[in-house]
């Protein structure tokens, strides 16, 4: 069955001579996903023809996990006569739940007739003619007729809010930091939003946190590439040895510092390896004892890169909020500790010093500990 669907582009339409560039990405990210549709550009529009035995539902739902898109609409296409317009829009209506309507048309063509103030006053005076009980209401009406006048006539009834956001791909690449944690994801996904290819980096301590840990962070992972064209490449990086070490060699109240600078110093790395230009965390200002102002200055000053933390500044419930609608928060909350939960102190440092933390990394092989983790990591592609 020949399905049809307009496709708006939000901020894109803002984007001037760069506009082309994220129109092809968001065409090819489409395509990448539905691998025999048509695509065709129109003026800030995409049309999306694809002959599927999928159900609109089906097909409007993966849109949706498609950023870039604005706005989603099922279309109905008929030839540029009034008549032809009239008798597919009551068509359209006849078996729909509704009391009150308007028509909304643009018109692209200027060579049609009918001016858009015209169309949307025939075309609403032929519907209350051909349907009984219906009434106009241009403030708040139950449903909507919209119509494009192009080469052809164009209808739909409403339409759905799309992802938004920009295309995946078109804003550079990032290493993420993956926890297995609630924020972490949706600090992933937000970055993911903006455009930004994401290489997700979760730190593995077998034995003392379990295969279920690894394969929980796998599967956050998979929720993600969800929102992407090609699927994810995920590192896991090899961190028992450098847990090991710090909990043998530092003061208790400093091993989370130590440990997060460590972890800065292994995306940097593997981030040089991908050509990112960005790490990502989950952090939250306040929301446990080492993400303070004070934490955060110590671990950021052993990234080669700037840092993003899209979440610092929000409240949890909002932060959970996304990650129910995103799909991560039931694996989030697995009760399967990760490297994050093992040695934790009782009281760690919240306002650490960095001259006293160079002194205390003095007594570590960080070089050594480094490449070691590096060279063990596992890579996955995830889809």
């Known amino acids: 069955m020949r399905k049809l669907f307009l496709l708006s582009y939000g901020e894109m339409s803002l984007k001037g001579s760069n506009k082309k560039f994220f129109e092809d990405m968001l065409i090819r990210n489409i395509k990448n996903r539905f691998k025999n549709c048509l695509i065709e550009k129109l003026s800030g529009k995409l049309l999306f ?15 949706k996990k498609i950023f870039g898109i604005s706005r989603i609409a099922k279309v109905y296409e008929t030839d ?28 692209p063509n200027k060579a049609f007739a009918y001016l858009s103030p015209e169309i949307n006053k025939l075309l609403g005076q032929y519907i209350l003619e051909n349907i009984e009980g219906k009434k106009v209401d241009v403030h708040n009406p139950d449903l909507t007729v919209y119509v494009e006048i192009r080469d052809k006539a ?13 295309p995946y791909g078109t804003s550079g690449k990032a290493v993420s930091l993956l926890s297995g944690g609630i924020d972490s994801p949706v600090s992933s996904w937000m ?47 090899f961190f028992t040895n450098i847990q ?14 130590i440990m997060r600078r460590m972890m800065m110093r292994i995306a940097s790395r593997i981030a040089e390896k991908e050509n990112a230009i960005g790490i990502i965390t989950g952090e939250n200002v306040g929301q446990v004892a080492s993400q303070t102002l004070e934490s955060m200055y110590v671990t950021n000053s052993v990234a080669s890169m700037p840092v993003y933390r899209p979440v610092i500044g929000m409240d949890k419930q909002d932060i959970i909020k996304i990650s129910h609608d995103i799909g991560t928060y039931d694996i989030s909350i697995r009760p399967y500790e990760d490297c994050c ?17 160079n002194e205390i990394e003095k007594d570590l092989d960080i070089d050594g500990l480094v490449e070691e983790s590096i060279e063990r990591a596992e890579t996955l592609y995830v889809r």
């Not at 008549?83 to 009391?99: H, M, Q, R, Y």
């Not at 164009?154 to 920009?166: K, M, N, S």
């Not at 040695?343 to 006293?356: G, T, Y």
């Open 49 to 63: 023809t694809l002959e599927s035995s999928q159900s609109d539902r089906d097909i409007i739902d993966e849109f």
């Open 80 to 107: 540029l006569l009034l008549e032809s317009i009239e008798e597919l829009a009551v068509e359209l209506l006849k078996d729909s739940d509704f009391n009150s309507f308007k028509v909304e048309a643009k018109r």
């Open 154 to 166: 164009f209808i739909y009834i409403d339409a759905e809010r799309g992802a938004g956001g920009l």
């Open 191 to 237: 970055m993911m939003k903006r455009g930004i290819e994401i290489i997700p980096v979760h730190f593995y301590s077998f034995p003392f946190t379990s295969e279920r840990s690894k394969q929980k962070v796998i599967d956050i992972t998979k929720e993600l590439s969800r929102y992407s064209s090609d699927g994810i490449k995920l590192y896991i990086a």
């Open 244 to 257: 090991k070490s710090i909990y043998e060699n530092c003061p208790e109240n400093y091993i989370v510092t």
């Open 341 to 357: 939960t093992v040695f934790v102190p009782k009281h760690p440092v919240i306002k650490p010093s960095l001259e006293r933390v």
